[in-house]
């Protein structure tokens, strides 16, 4: 498939490593996140991806509304929508992945009832460790 390039945002899926990729290259404005992340959904779903990587590095913050959609409607509904887990990769600069907000609220959604069950994720910031880890995904669940 194509890249799909929507203002802001460049979305695209390799067969060859099973990866969904987002990538963010500036600051969202031309699209609210909700767009981005429903185009996400409906690439997923048409390409039966699960292991999707999302270059946060230059989107900035997502606004505190954002952030409380995606974490309490879109990604505990992802099961119902994929009918399988997904893995997210996210690759962050590395001050953001070190930042103690960022740290404590990845490790507070670790404890939400439908991490494991609908999505995992880790924080990278390099694009190689992010994909290992879910070429790590991919041959753990074939183990399976």
């Given at each position: 498939m194509s890249p799909i390039f929507l203002d802001a945002i460049a979305l695209a899926y390799r067969p060859d490593l099973d990866v969904l990729f987002l990538r963010w290259p500036q600051p969202v404005y031309a699209l609210s996140v909700r767009e981005?992340?429903?185009q996400v959904l409906e690439l997923a779903q048409e390409t039966n991806a699960?292991?999707?990587?999302?270059d946060v590095r230059s989107r900035g913050p997502l606004s505190p509304e954002d952030q409380k959609?995606?974490?309490?409607?879109?990604y505990p509904q992802l099961h119902a929508q994929l009918d399988r887990a997904?893995?997210?990769?996210?690759?962050?600069?590395?001050?953001?992945?070190?930042?103690?907000?960022?740290?404590?609220?990845?490790?507070?959604?670790?404890?939400?009832?439908?991490?494991?069950?609908?999505?995992?994720?880790?924080?990278?910031?390099?694009?190689?460790?992010?994909?290992?880890w879910l070429k790590k995904c991919q041959l753990v669940e074939v183990e399976h």
């Open positions: 981005v992340y429903q699960r292991y999707w990587l999302f959609w995606v974490n309490e409607t879109f997904v893995h997210v990769a996210y690759l962050l600069t590395p001050a953001h992945a070190e930042d103690t907000f960022t740290i404590e609220s990845a490790e507070k959604l670790r404890q939400a009832p439908w991490y494991g069950q609908s999505v995992d994720f880790e924080g990278f910031t390099s694009e190689t460790d992010a994909l290992h």
